[in-house]
């Protein structure tokens, strides 16, 4: 098993960042990748960016690219997100996940085993 718990979250105005956090415990050596995923009342969980633990390699989803960026350290312990040039549409809650599968859709919720309890970001105007 892998606990995954999420920190950082908070309210911001448009346009500023913020630095969402996940401290993995447990199983740890048994992932393969964790990716950060959003969900807004109303709206599916959606991925927002996830990372290869092997090779580092990253993925973003569209909406957030050049602007998040995703990263671990710690060997993998824990696990960063950064959030700039936020804007009102990025509010949701967001979860930490970690897979340890073959993830040929890496921003895909279904390819995580473990989830976190989340952690909410609010962007007003």
């Known amino acids: 098993q892998v606990q995954l718990v999420e ?3 908070g309210s911001v105005q448009a346009g500023g960042s913020l630095r969402l956090s996940c401290a993995a415990s447990g199983y740890t050596y048994s992932t393969k990748y964790m990716g950060w995923f959003r969900q807004a009342p109303g709206k ?9 633990r092997f090779g580092g390699r990253t993925y973003y989803a569209d ?4 602007r998040f960026t995703i990263s671990q350290e710690n060997a993998w312990n824990t696990l960063w997100l950064q959030m700039n040039s936020l804007r ?4 949701a809650t967001y979860f930490c996940a970690a897979g340890t599968g073959s993830a040929a859709t890496i921003l895909m919720v279904y390819e995580y085993n473990y989830w976190g309890q989340g952690t909410q970001v609010t962007v007003s105007s």
């Open 7 to 9: 920190s950082g979250g």
């Open 44 to 52: 599916e969980r959606e991925g927002v960016a996830a990372i290869y």
């Open 63 to 66: 909406s957030v690219k050049g």
């Open 88 to 91: 009102p549409e990025d509010t």
